[in-house]
């Protein structure tokens, strides 16, 4: 018999040993040409392994692997989780084998791949579907595999809407008992529903999993689920009701007094040892114990600070590295005074890692492959935070303490967004465009604001301290944040502002697509990753970084070029097997190639290396200018402020270098003044020379040869009319006189001359 499917899709459906070849063919057609995704209850089928069996030539014939959303591997791993125990016993077991077996060994031989998109604000990969399914039904034919109906039928009406009538095929399967694509004919079986998922025992109404018959209906404990994370997310909208009023405090405690935390009902003393910090907020005291205090200022204690402080505390938070508050502290009279706290250690990014100098100081061992490791490392714990519903906020470099790449303190968490209660502050550096200007303690972030601050802090890292909209002779960064105007290229999409120096050379040495294409895509105004909606997500930065991390470890990139391990590579990267071989010509014998070369040419020797003058590191002589190496020149040697105009200028390594090396004093005022100053000298010694009152003018300049050439044609024109009158009195002198009109007419003549 005949079926019509999703997408005007006929296939002939039929049984017995035919069937195998029209597997087979329909494998073929899709894996030829099409885009294939799958979705979680589809990867959960019992016959799913059959399916991948068969699949797996066509795959690997068409290099053309099964497409798995990030969000669908964040379903399994919920579903393995099975933290509210909502879920079958057999679809946890299928996770588990999933994402420890099946999935691994898929993905090392290349038979899916996993995409990293924005996980959708209702905590379901449908969205996921629906969006990339929109987004590219006019350029690839699609196939989604899912056991789910409704996501079918939501699938199959984009088929249905008239803007996309012309575009490419898009097709529904799932996948049956004997591990077949089965065509979905959009009949949704006739089930009742239950509110207790413990009371499921068919497989038909499983969570997104199930056998054969499901045709995926989504249980109705799955269905609660999802209305219930709406819920949550729209109520996550809107800020907290509480008061920011003041709260009352006597006497806020101070080094060497006590305060008093609750534990178990019974209050226990603590004694405030050294201060160790401090800052707009409040102070941090050391406790004797392995936590430290932070003590409010008065004009902070709130009460919405003090319930925000209470909610984080009612949260299961326990991850090494993120300082969560452990317990409120009050004073003698019981007043709400601050936290206690965890331990951080090491030194902030700003000043480990963001200056090249200091990075080769703290870390003098670091190559590209720590950097990496260190990104991977603040991912992690950004992830555990986002699992919880928890926004950093204020992401930046004052607030991650690092000791080495794989140990890393979150600080200031008490500034952490969570359920109603927003951060209240920002980093306009890591400030989303759509929310820069606002007020934050007005609006509750999203995953979208923050994932722009994720990509700027990890753009910083690889290029270290480098912000992703710095440019020659840029605007404003936030000018330039606002407009999306990035500087760096990918491939031939350049504005040519990028900055000059080391930076250039760093981003030529990153992978394109994990690299370069993510950054380009979410900082580039326009491109795919730049709106809001349509961010990398953490998960996606991770698997691009562990991709990064494998070529630098795997020695791919060290045949390539050696100087991509490095971190500050002092050239763009060269793409040879032999770094060494400068000739582009190479000559084939039996089996090799090998560089031709030049019968009698000389090796090329190592160049000299002298300290630079400012970091004291040894560098080829060919990188010092004036003895200074790139990496220190635009050091700031000092502050000065201008003779001239008043304003504040700086004078860097460089160029106190030159003025040393030429013997000339420092400069005392700022460069545009000295530029106008250099202006009217110049002027000054070209002003032309007055002329001599001879009637033949002595050329002096060009400005004089364009003078005298003007003069000389009004002279002519003069001439002329002189000649004119005369002609004129030589008529009168018939009537007047010989004398009289000669007298007349040359008295007029020469006053004209």
Request: proline share 9%; glycine share 4%; aromatic share 12%.
């Given at each position: 018999m005949r079926k019509d499917v999703g997408g005007g899709e006929r296939v002939r459906v039929g049984t017995g040993r035919n069937m195998k070849e029209r597997q087979e063919k329909l494998l073929d057609?899709?894996?030829?040409?099409?885009?294939?995704?799958?979705?979680?209850?589809?990867?959960?089928?019992?016959?799913?392994?059959?399916?991948?069996?068969?699949?797996?030539?066509?795959?690997?014939?068409?290099?053309?692997?099964?497409i798995v959303p990030e969000r669908v591997l964040h379903e399994l791993q919920k579903i393995y989780r099975n933290a509210a125990?909502?879920?079958?016993?057999?679809?946890?077991?299928?996770?588990?084998?999933?994402?420890?077996?099946?999935?691994?060994r898929y993905q090392q031989e290349n038979l899916l791949e996993f995409r990293g998109e924005p996980v959708d604000r209702e905590g379901h990969a449908d969205n996921v579907f629906i969006t990339q399914f929109t987004r590219h039904r006019m350029t690839y034919n699609l196939l989604l595999i899912t056991q789910d109906a409704d996501l079918g039928a939501d699938i199959r009406n984009l088929v249905n809407q008239r803007s996309?009538?012309?575009g490419k095929k898009i097709h529904v399967r799932r996948i049956d008992g004997g591990g077949n694509l089965f065509p979905q004919d959009g009949k949704k079986p006739h089930t009742k529903r239950t509110d207790s998922a413990r009371a499921q025992t068919d497989g038909d109404r499983r969570p997104h999993g199930g056998h054969e018959h499901t045709a995926g209906q989504r249980p109705a404990?799955?269905?609660?689920?999802?209305?219930?994370?709406?819920?949550?997310?729209?109520q996550k909208t809107v800020v907290t009701a509480i008061a920011d009023d003041p709260l009352p405090a006597a006497h806020i405690p101070i080094e060497g007094e006590m305060v008093f935390r609750v534990q178990n009902g019974v209050p226990e003393r603590i004694r405030l040892g050294k201060e160790i910090g401090k800052g707009g907020e409040g102070r941090i005291y050391e406790t004797g114990t392995p936590y430290v205090a932070k003590i409010y200022a008065r004009d902070c204690l709130t009460v919405r600070r003090r319930e925000k402080i209470r909610r984080m505390l009612s949260c299961s938070?326990?991850?090494?590295?993120?300082?969560?508050?452990?317990?409120?502290?009050?004073?003698?009279?019981?007043?709400?005074?601050?936290?206690?706290?965890?331990?951080a250690q090491g030194q902030s990014l700003q000043i480990a890692v963001f200056s090249p100098r200091r990075l080769q100081r703290f870390f003098p061992h670091w190559k590209k492959v720590d950097l990496v490791i260190l990104c991977i490392t603040i991912l992690e714990k950004i992830k555990y935070l986002h699992d919880h519903d928890i926004l950093i906020g204020d992401l930046n470099d004052q607030n991650i303490l690092v000791v080495s790449a794989t140990e890393v303190y979150f600080v200031d968490t008490d500034s952490y967004q969570i359920e109603g209660f927003p951060c209240?502050?920002?980093?306009?550096?890591?400030?989303?465009?759509?929310?820069q200007g606002q007020p934050f303690s007005s609006f509750l972030r999203t995953k979208g604001n923050e994932a722009f601050a994720i990509a700027t802090l990890l753009f910083r890292i690889m290029l270290p301290g480098k912000t992703p909209y710095s440019q020659q002779g840029g605007n404003d960064l936030q000018e330039n944040i606002a407009r999306g105007d990035f500087s760096y290229p990918c491939g031939e999409n350049s504005n040519r502002r990028a900055p000059d120096g080391p930076w250039r050379f760093i981003w030529s040495h990153l992978p394109r697509r994990a690299m370069k294409e993510p950054f380009y895509q979410t900082f580039r105004k326009g491109e795919v990753h730049y709106e809001e909606c349509d961010r990398l997500d953490v998960n996606a930065w991770l698997a691009n970084l562990r991709e990064y991390k494998n070529l630098l470890t795997n020695g791919k990139y060290a045949e390539q070029d050696a100087l991509s391990l490095e971190i500050f590579p002092n050239r763009y990267k060269h793409i040879e097997p032999n770094a060494d071989a400068k000739s582009p010509q190479q000559t084939k014998t039996w089996g090799h190639s090998t560089p031709h070369t030049k019968s009698g040419a000389k090796q090329s020797k190592s160049p000299e290396k002298r300290p630079c003058r400012v970091c004291k590191s040894e560098v080829p002589v060919t990188q010092l200018d004036h003895g200074v190496c790139s990496l220190c020149r635009g050091e700031i040697y000092e502050w000065k402020q201008c003779r001239t105009c008043g304003s504040r200028f700086?004078?860097?390594a460089a160029e106190h270098a030159f003025f040393v090396d030429k013997g000339l004093a420092q400069p005392e005022n700022c460069r545009e003044c000295r530029e106008e100053r250099k202006k009217e000298r110049e002027v000054g010694r070209t002003i032309p020379q007055k002329n001599t009152p001879s009637r033949t003018p002595l050329p002096q300049s060009d400005h004089a040869e364009e003078s005298s050439s003007f003069e000389t044609v009004i002279g002519i024109g003069i001439g002329l009319f002189g000649t004119v009158i005369i002609g004129l009195f030589e008529t009168v002198i018939g009537v007047i006189g010989i004398g009289i009109g000669l007298a007349i007419a040359y008295a007029v003549v020469h006053f004209l001359l």
């Open positions: 057609m899709y894996f030829k040409d099409w885009k294939v995704f799958i979705d979680t209850c589809s990867l959960l089928k019992e016959a799913a392994p059959t399916f991948w069996e068969r699949a797996r030539p066509y795959i690997l014939k068409y290099n053309n692997p099964v125990g909502v879920y079958d016993p057999v679809d946890v077991r299928n996770a588990e084998r999933c994402l420890s077996e099946f999935l691994p996309v009538q012309r404990s799955q269905r609660t689920d999802s209305r219930s994370s709406a819920m949550t997310t729209a938070i326990s991850c090494a590295g993120i300082c969560w508050p452990i317990a409120e502290l009050s004073d003698k009279s019981g007043n709400f005074v601050g936290y206690l706290m965890p331990r209240p502050v920002g980093t306009p550096v890591y400030t989303a465009p759509e929310v700086r004078i860097t």
